[in-house]
């Protein structure tokens, strides 16, 4: 297994999903449903690619074959991420073992009202996390983010946060590929992505 570049060709569209690990038990006589949170979850992917010809089209056909499958993996940026935080600073994992569903990072811009706002897309490790509250900076620099899903892999000690360009580790969903050709050569490609969980 080898971990390769998604090719520089940017999707018309991209759907990003979030899938929670969540254990559902209906009762058969009440329909109450309990449930309960099985670790944590991972991003998913969908990319539609209309109207690719020449040298795009042949990029993207021998990459999706190279990929065998589900066999190798792949870096993805999150491309259409719209981040509204002011950021700042040199943002760093402030203390190793960290879990869960948030994180405290030192290095921000000391004392930034919204220094990350909710919904914001950021990289953790080779994680991709979107953010699901405000949080404004402390006067040293320190700040605690909330986020979705929860983290799988504790970060290091001053592990970099990435709070733009987020890069993803993803493997194609389906051992199958398919693309569409029309006349004049040209064709559509619909390729849908998991993020690495082992990554």
Sequence with gaps: MSTFAFPSITSNNMT??????????????????QTKKRG??????????????????????????KMRGGH????????CESNRGLFGGSPLVAGASQK???????????SIPLWIRAGDIFQLGNEIKICTDDANSSASGLVTIAFAPDIRTSPSDNSVVVTSGAV????????????????????????????DVRA
């Excluded at 944590?40 to 074959?65: H, P, Y």
């Excluded at 190798?72 to 491309?79: A, D, G, S, V, Y």
């Design 40 to 65: 944590s979850g991972f991003m998913m992917v969908d990319m539609a690619f209309s109207s690719l010809k020449t040298s795009e089209r042949a990029e993207l056909i021998a990459f999706l074959a």
């Design 16 to 33: 990003i999903r979030l899938a929670n690990n969540i254990a559902r038990y209906p009762s058969p006589h009440t329909g109450a449903v």
């Design 72 to 79: 190798h993996r792949f870096t993805l940026p999150m491309h």
């Design 100 to 110: 869960g569903g948030s994180v405290t990072i030192d290095g921000a811009s000391n």
């Design 168 to 195: 993803g580790i993803f493997m194609l969903a389906s051992d199958e590929v398919a693309f569409i050709n029309r006349p004049g050569i040209f064709s559509d490609f619909s390729v849908s992505a998991v993020e």
